[in-house]
């Protein structure tokens, strides 16, 4: 089972930056799309940025044009780049890749999430 070690998170004010990192080690063939999510306090967890093994991304409205989403295939490391963060980017941020298996036995694996806090 392939696990994902987030880090990076923490408490920062308004306007400020952050730099979350994802880790994939384990057994597998290879990783396809990686994403971040968010789930802030009391709401469901949504989407905040997916990119594939070939480097296309998508970002939720809400962060666009201030995070960037980028990743490492040598190291099956994905990061997210937070610049001009809000308190609204509060929450425990997730990091998921879809793992590529022998015979197509294929499957999403998830991260232990890390908190980011915007103080105002």
């Known amino acids: 089972q392939v696990q994902l070690v987030e880090s990076g998170g923490g408490l920062v004010q308004a306007g400020g930056s952050l730099r979350l990192s994802c880790a994939a080690s384990g057994r597998m063939m290879s990783i396809d799309d990686m994403g971040w999510f968010r789930q802030g306090p009391g709401r469901q967890r949504d989407l905040v940025a997916s990119i594939t093994r070939g480097g296309s991304s998508n970002y939720a409205e809400s962060v666009k044009g201030r995070f960037t989403i980028s990743r490492d295939n040598a190291k099956n490391t994905v990061y997210l780049q937070m610049n001009s963060l809000k308190p609204g980017d509060t929450g425990v941020y997730y990091c998921?890749?879809?793992?590529?298996?022998?015979?197509?036995?294929?499957?999403?694996?998830w991260g232990q999430g890390t908190q980011v806090t915007v103080s105002s």
């Open positions: 998921k890749a879809h793992v590529l298996m022998e015979y197509a036995l294929n499957y999403d694996s």
